[in-house]
């Protein structure tokens, strides 16, 4: 049983533009969410997180939403640069367990100059 | 700080022999995690230490698999016998979770061929 799913494998975009990705969770229980990238010969980096007493968190060009009751989640990248080609792992936590989360299978994000 | 440190950074043997793989977390870090990623099975969970204590083995694969940490800055998977199907990159992770944040911090990886 997968507890966090990323539906779209791979997502092509064009330089400028609104990257969105998507991520599904199956466990309510789960109440702190990230996301990470990676890049090719790279360990995964933590990029955003959201807590889930909020429904949106916003860094610079990058912007988690929380859905709760639809159990979903998005990162929008906004503009989206070649830089941020990347894959892109969402995960989720129950956070009185000591840090572990629970990965999805990641979107390979392509910024296409 | 330098990060998670693993070695080695690649690893190729062939079916049979032991391979131990090695991570020293970031410095302070009490909760280590090793993982496995490969193009099948994505990126998943093998075993996950609090201070040093094994808390959740359950993505072990197998009997094959076994690791363990000695002290707060070393820890190692061993894998005895090695099989092909072995074949994958082992991240390991370390985090120092707190009320409001549970991020990992990961080392580039050991990439392990079994021929």
């Known amino acids: 049983d997968q507890q966090v799913k990323q539906n779209s494998p791979s997502l092509s975009v064009q330089e400028g533009r609104i990257s969105i990705l998507n991520c599904d969770y199956t466990?309510?229980?789960?109440?702190?969410f990230l996301w990470y990238k990676k890049y090719p010969a790279e360990g995964p980096t933590f990029l955003i997180s959201?807590?889930?007493?909020?429904d949106k968190n916003e860094d610079g060009r990058f912007t988690v939403f929380l859905n709760k009751s639809a159990k979903h989640l998005s990162l929008h990248i906004v503009p989206s640069q070649p830089g941020d080609s990347a894959v892109y792992f969402c995960?989720?936590?129950?956070?009185?367990?000591?840090?572990?989360?629970?990965f999805g299978d990641g979107t390979t994000l392509t910024v296409k100059p | 700080d330098a990060g998670v440190i693993q070695s080695p950074r690649h690893e190729v043997t062939e079916m049979g022999q032991e391979v131990t793989l090695r991570c020293k977390p970031i410095?302070?870090?009490?909760?280590l995690f090793w993982y496995r990623q490969t193009m099948m099975r994505g990126l998943e969970l093998l075993i996950y230490?609090?201070?040093?204590?094994?808390?959740?083995d359950s993505g072990m694969p197998e009997d094959r698999f076994s690791a363990k940490m000695p002290n707060a800055s070393f820890s190692t998977l061993k894998i005895q016998p090695s099989e092909p199907r072995d074949s994958a990159v082992y991240f390991c992770?370390?985090?120092?979770?707190?009320?409001?944040?549970?991020?990992?911090?990961f080392g580039p990886g050991t990439r392990l061929t079994v021929l």
């Open positions: 992770a370390s985090s120092l979770p707190r009320d409001t944040e549970d991020t990992q911090y």
């Open positions: 466990n309510s229980m789960f109440d702190y």
């Open positions: 959201i807590s889930s007493i909020k």
């Open positions: 995960a989720a936590s129950l956070s009185h367990n000591a840090g572990k989360s629970t």
């Open positions: 410095s302070g870090h009490n909760s």
């Open positions: 230490f609090n201070n040093n204590v094994p808390i959740d």
